[in-house]
């Protein structure tokens, strides 16, 4: 036997949230029969499990919870969501903190190709790893780092600078994942479902 999700969403007080869904019900009854299989509300019955710890902010995350955590045979699952749409100022916000994460990824880019640079244009023919204490040509240079242990070739002055970066590029990842949208227009709705067997 399978199960199917249904879900009906509505608005009102938890009251009113329950006498529309009861009335759902009824009417699903009527419509699909009282079989046990019928992969209608019906099979989710009365009894609504109201759980507000969360407010979510697109039906969808509301329909993935209820799917993840309802299981067959149990009583319908509500949980809130927001509709609305983004503000204008909120999504300028959103691509602004994007532009400067990717600026500073960049800069840090050219840091390493500069420091890659000063290390090809130097004056000695040769340069020594800190830390395998290689002696290498330069002309077989192709990189930042030592071909024999991938240490760092770079000056302290080029590693300071690109840390300094890295660590500005790191705080404005953060930002950008942690930006919450401004919505308009919000409304909170009830997403009242789960799995019907069938
Ligand atoms: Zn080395």
């Known amino acids: 036997m399978g199960a199917q999700f249904n879900s009906l969403t509505f608005t009102g007080t938890k009251e009113q949230i329950i006498v529309k869904w009861n009335n759902a ?5 009527h419509n699909n029969g009282h079989g046990g299989y019928t992969g209608s509300i019906v099979e989710m019955g009365e009894g609504i499990d109201f759980r507000t710890h969360t407010i979510f902010d697109t039906i969808n995350a509301a329909e993935n919870y209820i799917s993840e955590n309802h299981s067959k045979w149990d ?17 300028k ?3 602004a903190l994007f532009d400067k ?12 190709k500069l420091g890659y640079l000063n ?3 130097g004056k000695s023919l040769t340069l020594s790893c800190k830390k395998c204490k290689s002696k290498l040509n330069k002309e ?4 930042h780092v030592c071909p024999l242990c991938n240490e760092s070739l770079l000056s302290l002055t080029i590693h300071k600078r690109y840390d300094k970066v890295i660590e500005k ?3 404005a990842k953060k930002e950008c994942e942690n930006y919450i949208p401004k919505v308009t227009d919000e409304q909170i709705v009830w997403l009242v479902g789960g799995w019907c067997s069938c």
């Open 169 to 171: 590029f790191e705080a």
């Open 75 to 91: 009583g319908p699952i509500a949980v809130q969501f927001k509709t609305g749409k983004e503000t204008e100022a909120s999504k």
């Open 140 to 143: 077989y240079i192709r990189d």
């Open 93 to 95: 916000k959103q691509n």
């Open 119 to 121: 290390l090809k244009n």
């Open 25 to 29: 019900v009824l009417e699903a009854g």
């Open 101 to 112: 994460k990717v600026e500073l990824s960049n800069k840090a880019e050219q840091i390493l």
